[in-house]
C-alpha cells in the first residue's frame, strides 16, 4: 500500500529551523518525482520544492535560499531543511509523489507554526 507519513513539525520562533519528513512506503522515493506542498488557513495549497528523479531540485520563489529539499533513499524518506522560518511559512505542510500520471493520496500533513 503506498503511504506518505509527514512529521517533524512544530512551533518556531521567527529565524528558526525545522526539518520536516515525509516517510514512504509500499514505493520507492528514488523512482518518483517528489513534491512538498503547504497549505496557510484561508489560502490555497501551494508548491513549496520538488525533488526530481536524479535529484535536481526547484523551489518556490518565497522559499528559495531559505528551504533545501533531500532525500534519503536509505531511509526511503524526503526532507524539507527549513532555516530562517518567517511567520507567513505557517502552514500545513505536505508531502506528494508522482510518477507519470500517477501521484499518491495527500497525507495529514505536518503543521508548522512560526510565531514568537
Known amino acids: 500500500q503506498v503511504q506518505l507519513a509527514e512529521s517533524g513539525g512544530g512551533l518556531v520562533q521567527p529565524g528558526g529551523s525545522l526539518r520536516l519528513s515525509c516517510a514512504a512506503s509500499?514505493?520507492?522515493?528514488?523512482?518518483?518525482?517528489m513534491y512538498w506542498y503547504r497549505q496557510a488557513p484561508g489560502k490555497e495549497r501551494e508548491l513549496v520544492a520538488t525533488i526530481n528523479i536524479g535529484g535536481s531540485t526547484n523551489y518556490a520563489d518565497s522559499v528559495k535560499g531559505r528551504f533545501t529539499i533531500s532525500s534519503d533513499n536509505a531511509k526511503n524518506t524526503v526532507y524539507l531543511q527549513m532555516n530562517g522560518l518567517k511567520p507567513e511559512d505557517t502552514a500545513v505542510y505536505y508531502c506528494?509523489?508522482?510518477?507519470?500520471?500517477?501521484?499518491?493520496?495527500w497525507g495529514q500533513g505536518t503543521q508548522v507554526t512560526v510565531s514568537s
Open positions: 506528494k509523489a508522482r510518477r507519470g500520471l500517477s501521484t499518491t493520496n
Open positions: 509500499g514505493f520507492t522515493v528514488s523512482s518518483y518525482v
